[in-house]
């Protein structure tokens, strides 16, 4: 059996077909960028207050019956409370005049029953105005965020089977349109939990469309070019969606237009059926064998060249019998080594997620800003992936990860000793915490891959990536925490990639070794004490760096 990629080496690896290929797969991200972190926007809760109704008989109090309260430092109307309305308003129908007259500080306060008042400074509407989702209902604002990422946690674990067994293509495109109908039916919902139902959809369909797009890329491309899409092109599609954000969300500052606009550029992109072809790979791992031919003889003619007589035998088909001994996930406890490695890797890219997603997340929290803000933290990506893309082929993985973590940790907990005068400053370090988070979420996919061996390299990598995603569900709760100390979820990020550093300073360094094969190969490997860099450069493995979903 000749390998898959010796069969069709004669198109070429970056012929006209790979370029287009290329091109539309990395562009059929942009959306995903669009619509993962509008709720950035969609979601921002804006300076409220308790709403004091007109009445017939006398004219509102206005601001006089709001008491206020002290947030970092500074007075503000109080956001769930107001002064008993009977009263105040009794007052000034006598001819006194609250907060003036009378001192209103011993009056008794009340919840804010007849609904609250929004600031439309900055935002027209978002689902917290909408929903009200304030107050005693306060939570559920983060849990939206954590019910979209369940559905992205859910995408990412069954998309893989889903596309292993009615193809790439199929998949991508059905998720493509399953996104867009469930986030235009989320503009018309007249509950926040019909909102939450349509949400969950939408990530679920997000996360299966990226999984399947970046699949098959992986799988049509060869060489280089799979190399260039697995580790910059899919990044940077996803990447520029990112950054087209804040640019949507500074001209439409209502929430369901923001939400519709960043759900169309999805329609541009369901044509991309009829350009881009079933993975051959995949037809020859199910043993249609003459489907995969004719779409490799496809690709040659349209790269103008000559395909030969027979591109694959039927004994070509990769459909592969299972090994002697299954492994199953128990084995990632099998011995002591790998039980290690297992729980270290989940501690490291946990804290990778939930440090990424929380930084992402929370771009219209600090005090600059929100757009420019997010704008900024979508541009600091692309420098991510491409010094991601050149320290794996220079530099060994442990001192480079542990670099990473320590430098995301320092930025973050320096951002608390910033004035608020000089908040670029803030911003600054942020976006450095952000760069190293995005490059060490990315060295983790390679990482992974070279820690666990071949018989249960799929099932190590893919439990940990998992186990990591729940990061992204924790973040925005832990976003919530900047109610008890503005700067305590940078502190609980950095806190977290401290001890993740401390950690990973026990991996195994797998810079310039073989790949182990087996788990008595992984058990025997012998670890680097003080790494140097004095190896010969090191292609990078063809494995899949993927964004922060």
Not at 409 to 438: E, R
């Amino acid at each position: 059996m000749q390998l898959y990629e010796e069969a069709v080496g004669f198109v070429g690896e970056w012929s006209p077909f790979q370029r287009v290929s290329f091109l539309l797969l990395s562009a059929s991200l942009v959306p995903n960028g669009l619509t993962v972190f509008a709720i950035v926007f969609v979601g921002a809760s804006p300076p409220h207050h308790c709403l004091v109704p007109d009445t017939n008989h006398t004219r509102a109090p206005g601001a006089a019956a709001i008491p206020t309260e002290v947030v970092d430092g500074g007075q503000e109307l109080s956001s769930c409370s107001r002064y008993r309305l009977d009263v105040v308003r009794n007052l000034s129908a006598q001819g006194l005049v609250p907060g003036r007259d009378v001192n209103l500080t011993d009056v008794e306060q009340e919840g804010c029953l007849d609904g609250w008042s929004y600031s439309r400074d900055v935002y027209q509407s978002t689902i917290v105005s909408e929903f009200d989702l304030v107050c005693s209902d306060q939570w559920k604002q983060p849990f939206t965020s954590t019910v979209f990422f369940l559905g992205i946690l859910l995408g990412s674990t069954i998309s893989g089977q889903m596309s292993d067994r009615f193809g790439r293509k199929p998949v991508l495109i059905s998720t493509m349109v399953a996104q867009i109908i469930s986030s235009i039916i989320q503009i018309f919902s007249p509950t926040w939990t019909v909102f939450c139902i349509f949400f969950f959809i939408s990530g679920f369909s997000q996360s299966s469309n990226y999984v399947a797009a970046f699949v098959l890329g992986t799988e049509i491309l060869t060489g280089k070019a799979r190399l260039m899409f697995s580790s910059f092109g899919a990044n940077f599609g996803f990447a520029f969606g990112y950054m087209l954000l804040p640019l949507f969300a500074f001209f439409l500052k209502d929430w369901k237009f923001l939400l519709f606009a960043t759900t169309l550029p999805g329609l541009v992109f369901i044509p991309i059926w009829w350009f881009v072809p079933e993975s051959p790979r995949w037809l020859l791992s199910v043993g249609r064998v003459d489907e995969a031919e004719a779409i490799v003889r496809k690709i040659a003619k349209f790269n103008n060249v000559e395909a030969p007589q027979v591109i694959f035998s039927t004994q070509d088909s990769e459909t592969e019998t299972l090994p002697e001994k299954y492994h199953n996930i128990l084995h990632l406890l099998k011995t002591r080594n790998i039980r290690n490695t297992t729980i270290t890797v989940c501690l490291v890219w946990f804290s990778f997620r939930i440090g990424y997603y929380g930084l992402s997340l929370g771009t219209s929290q600090l005090h600059s800003d929100p757009y420019l803000s997010c704008f900024i933290s979508a541009v600091i990506e692309i420098p991510a992936y491409l010094f991601i893309w050149l320290i794996i082929r220079y530099f060994p993985r442990r001192l480079t990860l542990t670099c990473i973590l320590l430098t995301a940790a320092l930025s973050l907990y320096l951002i608390q000793l910033v004035p608020q005068s000089v908040s670029y400053i803030a911003v600054a370090l942020q976006m450095v915490g952000k760069f190293a988070l995005t490059a060490g979420a990315g060295l983790m996919y390679i990482y992974a891959v070279e820690l666990f061996p071949t018989v249960i390299r799929n099932t190590g990598t893919g439990t940990c990536s998992t186990i990591a995603r729940v990061g992204s569900c924790v973040a925005p709760f832990a976003l919530s925490l900047n109610i008890y100390y503005q700067y305590l979820p940078q502190i609980t990020f950095g806190t977290m990639c401290v001890v993740s550093a401390f950690a990973a300073f026990f991996l195994p360094e797998t810079f310039g070794k073989a790949l182990p094969q087996t788990i008595k190969e992984m058990h025997k490997r012998e670890r680097v004490k003080c790494p140097g860099i004095t190896q010969k450069e090191h292609s990078a493995p063809e494995t899949l760096i993927r964004s922060g979903l």
